[in-house]
């Protein structure tokens, strides 16, 4: 009887392993550390400064756009974007730019400051902010950052081209958001 034990033990036992809970992996940290601070610029105007960092082991590839970042309005707020917002759907656009990129290797950080007076909107599909209309805002107004950033670089036209078209910019794009801050308009 009791060597039967045994065998029915030792027949269970892999069974009995694959019931035992095991630890999943947690879901992978955000490899890049956005965060905005609002505050006054040296002549009075309102300025958002911008750090971005690379917390990752790898090197991640960030847009190299002298048109970025771009200001958007998003939900009452505003946002600005170190990225490519999707087209909007009911336009048509004959000439899409593919912005390339820059490596940001672990470790490294980029600092930028974006002034919101005058204020001015624009987007990936828009004219350069300086040459869109000035948009007034008052009082409180929630503003968030976001930067994209992929794994692998967007090189220019002459050079091979991993990324072709706009479908393919967003779907190598992830997107790092800070976390929403409060600006005080006039």
Known sequence: ????????????????TACTPTET??????PLRVSCTPATG???EIVVRVVIENISDDTLHLFDSHRMPYVLEEDGGLLILYGVNPPDPNLEYYMIEIPTTKALPPGERVEDTVSL??????????????????????GAVMVQCAVGWGYTPILPPHEEQSVQNITQL???QSLSPAEVIQVQFP
């Open 1 to 16: 009887m009791r060597s039967r034990g045994w065998i029915y033990l030792l027949l269970l036992a892999p069974l009995l």
């Open 42 to 44: 040296e002549d009075g």
């Open 25 to 30: 992996p947690s879901a992978a940290a955000e």
């Open 117 to 138: 007076t005058p204020l001015r909107l624009g987007d990936h599909y828009s004219l350069p902010r300086e040459r869109n209309s000035v948009v007034t805002r008052h």
């Open 170 to 172: 967003l779907e190598w």
